[in-house]
């Protein structure tokens, strides 16, 4: 169960309004979607998807970290500079290694936004063959 004190841990600081710029609305990115499903995966099997996001503030953002709250889940993103109007992509892979049962897993974004730390979600369901 080390998944739990690292999702403990995001959910904490995701949760809370950090902000690092007072210019409210001037450096802002918007997911597509904040949530991915996915309906089942077998033992051994892995889910690849994509969320993708746009810079709808007035100045250039940046995506300076991702993590993941269970080593399962993989996150990766471009550190390219997205200009105003532009869009990013955080591509995440799920690896089911074992047991069967419920998925859910977040992944934090942390960005140089007015809102620093932006949380996604994969959900779906583990089964065996």
């Known amino acids: ?5 690292f999702f403990s841990f995001f959910i ?5 309004e950090v902000s690092k710029n007072s210019n409210q609305g001037a450096n802002e990115i918007t997911f597509d979607t904040d949530t991915i499903y996915f309906k089942q995966v077998n033992i051994g099997d892995s889910v690849t998807t994509t969320f993708v996001f746009h810079n709808t503030g007035t100045q250039n953002t940046k995506v300076n970290n991702v993590g993941s709250t269970c080593e399962c889940t993989i996150a990766s993103y471009d550190s390219s500079t997205i200009i105003p ?3 990013g992509k955080i591509n995440v892979v799920y690896k089911n290694n074992k047991d069967t049962g419920n998925v859910f897993r977040a992944i934090v974004v942390e960005t140089n936004t007015t809102k620093v730390l932006h949380t996604l979600f994969l959900v779906g369901e583990k089964k065996s063959f």
Do not use: A, T
Not at 1 to 5: A, E, F, N, R, Y
Not at 12 to 16: D, E, N
């Open 1 to 5: 169960m080390k998944c739990i004190p």
């Open 12 to 16: 904490l600081f995701s949760c809370s």
């Open 85 to 87: 109007g532009g869009s």
